[in-house]
């Protein structure tokens, strides 16, 4: 018989693990407390706070790793960004191409990409052979969790159920949480481990803008680049759609954001920091986005460790919540879902294949959370600023002479998901310091050089 587990959480991490085991004979049983997001009627509302997603190398390879055919169907819809386009205040556009041999990210609509994986649920049931292995269960809220040495015990209750009176008892095998920063799995596994837990607010907001399609649903900026909006303090960003439109994002502090409440504020301030925004997006539209639209809080969790025993496992931003700056939170959790499957496929044990994806993933994921926090200040103000271009020329420079030796941190975290987070960092630091090692040549070599050509004119 089967061995049967719940995946609590039916976003994008718990729908491909819940695809990650089935394909693996498991009976999986997909819980979520929200109604199915392919079934709620009001879109706009649901899409107010979904940030564009950037699908790069780890997520793809995750994708293929479950299955290859799955892969190409939910990833169709994604639109290629070879690199940055900076705005400057100006209203110049200065491209930064991200790989050093073509290589691109990829722009996606979160909430697409999460109705195409559930699709994908139901077309596997769909197939004979699988004898429905996946039970979907929406809008039911987890309201206990608890464990022997046979199964684990989930209590659920039903969201329209206000007075609580019918709770479900069902027994699993085993439990994976995927339920989001807010993880109700990780609070229950704390009372049976001494887990360390972090949880750290940082201080930016950001509120979600839209960019509409032009005539024919023609895109009225280029479509494949990431567009960025530096401007030290705060930034907007934008990504495409396939529809012409493009999803945009401000990020700033929370005393500037909550202070742009009212038209003679958010006018002038939009006008003289954004005045090419301005024409894409509409004045009215952003005047209403900050006066009625909620803003959306950033945070960071970390923790360790991520399971009990070899009956409950915490994945995704439920173990690991970060910043959206490096674009790593969704291609981090598709690669926590590829490690733990192929642990799972080669450890004689559960709990073996468990205690070893906190032990070695634990080190990846502290790595990234730090990489996506100090990549605020290089997409708000490194970007611009000609020490930090200088560097980065020469680091695609010695990149491109030294692929074999020489790889630049961005190329490693996106296209490199060969290379563990942990493994990018440790690179990246000894190579920056040949770097200024480099610089500090170059420039004493032309302060040499002018200090020559003085003398000999003289």
Sequence with gaps: MSETVAVIGAGLVGS???????????????????????KTSNKSEKNLRSINLAVSDRGIRALEFVDKEMSERVLKDIIPMHGRMIHTLDGKQESQIYGLFGEHINSIDRGKLNEHLLD?????????ENSNKIQCIFNHKVAGLSFNTSFAKIKLINGDDKDNDNEIEKNFD??????????????????????????????????????????NGSFLIDPNHLHIWPRKEFMLIALANEDGSFTSTFFGPWKLTETLNKRELIEPFFNDNFPDAV???????????????PKGALMQVTCNKYNYSDKAIIIGDASHSMVPFYGQGMNCGFEDVRVLLQLLDKSTTREVAFDSYTESRHEDLKAILKLAIDNYNEMSTKVISSAYLFRKTLDSLLGKLLPKYWIPLYTMVSFRGDIPYSECIRREKRQQTILKIVETSLIGMCAIAGWWKYRKST
């Design 174 to 215: 085993f439990i994976i949480g995927a339920d989001g920063s807010y993880s109700n799995i990780r609070y229950q596994i704390q009372k049976y481990i001494r887990m360390n837990y972090q949880q750290e607010y940082i201080d930016k907001c950001y509120l979600e803008l839209y960019i509409p399609p032009g005539e």
């Design 16 to 38: 491909l693990m819940t695809l990650g085991l089935a394909h693996r004979g498991y009976n999986v049983t997909l819980i979520d407390m929200r109604p199915d997001p392919r």
């Design 279 to 293: 024409k894409l997006i509409g004045m009215d539209n952003i005047v209403r986005v900050f006066k009625e639209n």
């Design 120 to 128: 994908e649920i139901d077309l596997f049931n769909e197939n004979s």
